[in-house]
């Protein structure tokens, strides 16, 4: 089933015996097992309730004779099991061994009072797999997947809406851009603007400024929008700001490169017909990586990014071989670029 669906039945008060949570975004995972943990186990409960085993460490027997055992002084019982690398085509590096046959006879007649939930950091399983086919059909299937460029801006939206404030127009896409696409971050920085706007306030571009700390490749990302958006006094202050903080030129000129050279490709499956999703898997990207990248090299034509990259290509060779002062170099190349 889909997250969404499994969080509104965990909410309807209705519980599957098995829960297989995997992918790549690990709020995600975290979340649904705190939103089922409330739901099922009262606060005062979770000391006898909420048992974990780290699958690297404990067979799977272990799991399932805990899932079994009637609970202790309480009406039911949660039983965490992270790293379910058997579910996928990984390799495991743990010699503990796993008899999956145990957990395809658990699931035929489940505890009524337990209920397992497995985790696994993997995009896919391996649906080869008899166990993984089993759990496809009984719906025990979570996946935490990447969030899309539009879902990831819809969930923002929403977690500032059950924080009670909302964004000035234009600031929500830019405290993502400052932030970046890690739900945990996004997370923490959606609090503290809750506390600075207070309830029912709004966010505008200066308090962003403000609140929200950029890393160095978020700021590369402003950086890249200002020489898009031909602001040269901007750009240029930005990459002040860079260099007052003590980062190294050399560094600054490959993330440039690093976001160049993803715009290039961009702008290349862009004209072989992929959408942004399919360029994101193809990339190995965010899809709001991809988004944002979309529409920075919308300005530039296929052979100026070719050109460009040459550009940096020849500077990182004069910056690393001494032929000319790295900031110096930085300041031409950007002066050479926006005009």
């Given amino acids: 089933m889909d997250y969404k669906t499994a969080l509104k039945q965990i909410q309807q008060g209705k519980f599957a015996p098995v829960y297989v949570c995997y992918g790549a975004e690990s709020y995600l995972i975290h979340s649904f097992i705190e939103k089922l943990t409330d739901r099922l186990v009262d606060p005062e409960h979770k000391s006898f309730a909420v048992n974990k085993y780290d699958l690297s460490e404990t067979p799977l027997d272990t799991v399932i004779e805990e899932a079994e055992t009637l609970p202790f002084m309480v009406p039911n019982k949660l039983v965490i099991a992270t790293n379910a ?131 160095i490749e978020q700021n590369i990302f402003i950086l890249i929008e200002h020489i898009v958006q031909l602001q040269l006094e901007k750009a240029f202050t930005m990459l002040s700001e860079l260099l007052k903080r003590k980062e190294e030129p050399i560094k600054i000129m490959a993330l440039i490169a690093r976001q160049f050279r993803i715009m290039f490709q961009v702008k290349d499956l862009q004209q072989q017909g992929y959408s942004q999703q399919q360029m994101a898997s193809q990339l190995g990207l965010h899809p709001y990586a991809v988004k944002i990248a979309s529409g920075q090299c919308s300005r530039f034509e296929l052979k100026k990014l070719a050109n460009i990259l040459d550009q940096l290509s020849d500077l990182d060779y004069q910056m690393k071989s001494g032929k000319i002062d790295k900031v110096l170099g930085l300041e031409m190349f950007l002066l050479k670029l926006i005009t």
């Fill in 85 to 215: 690398l058997f579910l996928t085509g990984a390799k495991e590096s743990t010699k503990v061994e796993h008899k999956t046959e145990r957990l395809l006879d658990y699931m035929k007649s489940p505890a009524d009072f337990s209920v397992i939930v497995f985790t696994v950091d993997a995009d896919k399983l391996d649906e080869r797999k008899k166990l993984v086919k089993s759990l496809k059909e009984a719906n025990c299937l979570v996946p935490c997947l990447t969030l899309t460029a539009e879902d990831l801006t819809n969930w923002v939206k929403q977690e500032a809406d059950k924080a009670g404030f909302g964004f000035a127009p234009g600031v929500l896409d830019q405290f993502i851009l400052y932030t970046g696409t890690s739900l945990q971050a996004l997370s923490s920085e959606l609090e503290k603007c809750a506390l600075f706007v207070g309830q029912g306030g709004v966010l505008t571009a200066d308090a962003l400024e403000q609140l929200v700390t950029r890393s």
